[in-house]
């Protein structure tokens, strides 16, 4: 108990102390320098050679006789409103020999080139503080937020291995005294409306630099902030600082980036984490395990020639995705043997696939399951057709490409989902735009067909029961072409002659005089 209670205080210490450290106010200072203790005349001047090499040092002088301690700060120096820069503080406590006179200070960044400095003090000096420790100050080392610095101090003259060193890494931008004061930082206040139904972000900018444009973007987090194609630029002429961005899914690693034009140092929020996206969905932390993921499991792609199955990530999950085969009424997705793969970021696919309406993709993440099927509503490859005649029935199993089945003969025991095998199996090959008739013994048979030329096929069964009064071909076999070819012309002949011989008729009787009665009674009358 008192471990556990030891570990939660040092945890909650932890974050505490990170927590106060961001509103800690960094020193200001007027103008970056040197400082030496005991009222000592420092003097510097930077060192472009390259370092002598060293020599050996006297009888007890050590680097723990020379070098007390190392420590670091970060100070501020500021020429105007939101025109501050940082410097690294290096302090450091010696004690001089007169042998030495005085210290090299070297910092270093990756990617960049040593700078040095070279401290001297007088000799009148050394001798008034010989054996005395000194204290010296150097805040002159530019740095930038975040950035990491190696600090090596070394004597002047060198003597071999009497030298100190430590890193260090300046603050980040989550400074309070950063985000107001540092142009690198100032990246602005970010608010936004979400309007769902028509799937627009409206951002706001605040606290921005005064004399910068602003870029919004939205992307998709990941390594990298990956563009979605929405993007606008706020001017800095502009009153009313805000941006509408259209988005397409609300994923949840979709982000506001927003960044002064003038600056490499973007700023991200989370603009659906709290609406379209139930809480707990970080920017740029990955997908949660529990909820929110009904957006990830689109683009399911098919390559109809190579028979292909894959599937990409928009966002970086943790999540296991295997083909199933869906039942009947209660809609269980049966997870095919073999066919299981884990993904995190990058394609997963499955080659040798049959494209069959029945044939699905299950993601799991978490204790969480979602079923995609993408063959259904699409062109089927093949089927079984059941064709009832006055005496018979028919069964064929047309196919649209080359390809073997396998086939099981069995019957119905307890319902069509129950079929107790009858010992009938058959190894049938159906070439393209064919049919092949399956042997029917029973009529209550029925069968179960899968595919064996591919390596992933879900395995269909199909009952006499389901029959069709007249035949269903899947596709037009060359005697049916033929047929069509003849009636087809025939039948718009005959319905043109219909269509102008009305219209004649029509027109004909339109035109036609119209009897006068009265005048032919007069006729009559006069006769």
Known sequence: MFLQAALLMFHSCLGLCGAAAQHMELERIKTCGIKCSQDL???????????????????????????????FSTVMTCEGHQRCSLHLGIHTTVQLPESI??????????????????????????????GMQVELEDNCTDVYPQQQVKVTLTTVPSYCGITQSGNYVAPDCSWKDLRRLVPECITGSLSYDINAERKELRVTVSDMLDDEDYQLRLCHKDFICAGTGANALIMKEEVNKSAILPYFRPLPCLCIEVKPSGTQFPHRESPLKGSLIPAGLVCGDGCSQSAGLEEMWHGIHFDTSAGVLSWEPACPVT????????????????DLQQASQNVSRGKITFAQVDPHPQLCMKFRAGHQSWIRCPFVGRFQAWDVTVMRHADHKEAKLTSHMNATFSVHACAPSEGPAVCRATGTH??????????????????????????????????????????????????????????????????????????????????????????????????????
């Open 319 to 334: 999540a296991t995705v295997a083909l199933c085969q869906r039942g009947g009424e209660d809609g269980v997705c049966t």
């Open 41 to 71: 005349q420092c003097n510097t001047k930077p060192a472009y050679f390259f370092a002598d090499s060293c020599q050996m040092p006297a009888d007890g002088l050590t680097v723990s006789s020379v070098f007390r301690n190392l420590s």
């Open 426 to 527: 058959a190894v049938i090959y159906v070439g393209a735009h064919a049919s092949v008739g399956l042997n029917v013994t029973d009529t209550h048979s029925c069968f179960y067909v899968r595919r064996t030329d591919v390596t992933y096929a879900p395995t269909i069964l199909h009952c006499l029961t389901e029959e069709r009064s007249e035949p269903a071909a899947l596709f037009a076999t060359p005697a049916n072409q033929m047929l069509i070819a003849v009636i087809v012309p025939v039948g718009l002949w005959l319905t043109a002659v219909i269509i102008v011989t009305l219209v004649l008729h029509v027109r004909l009787t339109d035109s036609a005089p119209v009897c006068d009665v009265s005048q032919h009674r007069d006729r009559r009358s006069a006769l």
């Open 101 to 130: 006179h005085g210290l090299s200070v070297c910092s270093q960044t990756p990617g960049m080139l040593r700078k040095c400095r070279i401290v001297r003090m007088s000799k009148a000096s050394r001798r008034m503080t010989s």
